[in-house]
């Protein structure tokens, strides 16, 4: 079967698709998926902003049901749909069931926010005349989303988008349509303007490019890689579309030596691990201080070896496939520059093979590293972390903040003090204190500093700072 695009309410086929393939089975065909032309994600555009008036003044309680409608419908289908987002993308079930239960909850959190409206009246300077502050929709909006997240990614956008009044042209990473697809489906029953949400499945060069370029397409909201980020950022700039990118990081997690070695052990191993890796806040820097270094290195190093690896379905795998062969292999490459750069590898890095074939790769634990090696300084985006030996907790908070990213910051200490400090001074958008330094609520804001992110931030009730535009009236 060739899934279709959703345009203008409507399933438009294409003469190119693309084949879904399980990273844990490469023999598993999920599906084939079309591509939107050029042409086709015209019409996406075109059908968004037709209905773009409509959908911006429909009543709020309109959106609450339409809104809530897709997250009842995900979280009944959870199991299902976390089923297909493991074959797709690689994590394992549990992990892939939790991100379909997270974009169900996202869904019902923004159906609320569609009914909090809100606004300021003021007393103008000038008698007899009130003042309005209030906020409307941009119009249309574009969403890029990328494979690590393949359905909690574009849920967090959609739901934010229309909850606010936009209207949606999304277009997933071309390498994970499935769940992309199956919410667009649900949406395509709810209760919803046909239009206001439209699927353009297909390459980033050919959508995504259009997205950015069209003057209908009011704001951009993209996650994905720093140089892609940047790229898009240079377009839409230039014809002042309004823009929210979420790239990459180099999340620092700091151990200092009066942390629970058993928590921090587990934030390291969940951080770093977790997902195979693949999450932009991951934490692919482990920095620790000389007394605790050798005991939580051979500690780690133990934990590590003994991560099971394999098909993301298998109940006894702890660590799913690397998603494709183009990140396997990166991974690989990165894995010979940190020897070649002189970091000692303590543990995996090595291809594994399983019943079926897949991009199976042992969790790869460099340590003594240095921060100004490539591996500790750029994005890998894979199941490889680097542990820096630091003399004290000023050094280590210098060496988390000397990166050229700024999304998560970790810290693990008993120190009430030091955690205070680490939370002031850690250049991140977020700092977690004897947590893994990924894993988010998803009623607060999500973001960071640096070269990770630019714009305002994504979830929560601030998302609204990017979905909306200010309008100030004067009534006399
Ligand atoms: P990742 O590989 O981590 O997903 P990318 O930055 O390559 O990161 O891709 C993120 C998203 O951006 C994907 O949906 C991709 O198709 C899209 N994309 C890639 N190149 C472009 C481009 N030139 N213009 C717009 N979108 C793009």
């Not at 660590?319 to 995996?348: M, S």
Request: glycine residues 10%; hydrophobic residues 45%.
């Amino acid at each position: 079967m060739v899934y279709k695009n959703l345009i203008g309410g409507d399933w438009v086929g294409s003469d190119r698709f693309r084949r879904n393939v399980n990273p844990s089975d490469l023999d598993e065909v999920i599906g084939e998926y079309a591509q939107a032309t050029a042409a086709d994600t015209d019409a996406a555009i075109a059908s968004a902003h037709a209905a773009s008036d409509g959908w911006a003044v429909a009543s709020p309680q309109a959106k609450f049901d339409a809104l809530d409608f897709v997250g009842t419908e995900l979280l009944a289908r959870a199991d299902e749909l976390g089923n297909l987002l493991a074959r797709e993308e690689g994590k394992i079930l549990i992990e892939a069931v939790a991100e379909v239960r997270r974009a169900g909850q996202i869904f019902k959190f923004f159906a609320g926010e569609s009914v909090r409206t809100g606004g300021e009246q003021l007393a103008s300077i000038r008698e007899g005349v009130d003042v309005e502050v209030t906020r409307e929709a941009l119009g249309v909006v574009g969403l890029i989303t990328p494979w690590n997240f393949p359905i909690a990614i574009p849920a967090w956008k959609t739901a934010a988008a229309l909850a606010h009044g936009n209207c949606v042209v999304l277009k997933p990473a071309d390498s994970v349509p499935a769940s992309a697809w199956a919410l667009a489906e649900i949406i395509s029953r709810s209760p919803m303007p046909r239009g206001a949400f439209n699927l353009a499945m297909g390459r980033g060069r050919v959508v995504g490019q259009r997205l950015v370029e069209d003057a209908r397409v009011a704001g951009i909201s993209f996650t994905g890689s720093t140089p892609t980020g940047r790229l898009l950022r240079t377009t839409a700039t230039e014809r002042g579309a309004k823009l929210q990118l979420e790239m990459g990081g180099k999340n620092p997690l700091v151990v200092l030596d009066d942390a629970n070695l058993d928590v921090a052990i587990e934030c390291a191993v969940n951080g770093a691990f977790f997902s195979t890796g693949q999450r932009c806040t991951a934490s692919s820097r482990l920095i620790v201080q000389k007394g605790i270094y050798s005991r939580f290195v051979a500690a780690l190093a133990k934990r590590v070896s003994n991560l099971r690896v394999g098909h993301a379905l298998d109940p006894e795998v702890q660590i799913g496939p690397v998603t494709d062969e183009d990140q396997l292999r990166q991974n690989l490459e990165y894995i010979k520059i940190g020897q070649d750069e002189g970091a000692r590898l303590a543990c995996g890095g090595d291809l594994v093979d399983r019943p079926t074939r897949g991009f199976f790769l042992q969790p790869a634990l460099f340590v003594d590293a240095d921060n100004a090696m490539r591996i500790a300084r750029e994005e890998i985006f894979g199941p490889v972390a680097c542990v820096i030996p630091a003399d004290d907790f000023e050094h280590a908070l210098a060496l988390a903040n000397d990166t050229p990213f700024g999304l998560s910051a970790g810290i693990c200490t008993t120190s009430l003090s030091y955690a205070r400090s680490f939370k002031r001074r850690a250049l991140a958008g977020m700092v977690m204190v004897n947590l893994p330094t990924a894993g988010v609520d998803y009623h607060v804001p999500f973001g960071g500093r640096k070269q990770s992110s630019f714009g305002p931030r994504e979830q929560g009730s601030h998302a609204r700072d990017f979905f909306t535009i200010v309008k100030t009236s004067y009534i006399g």
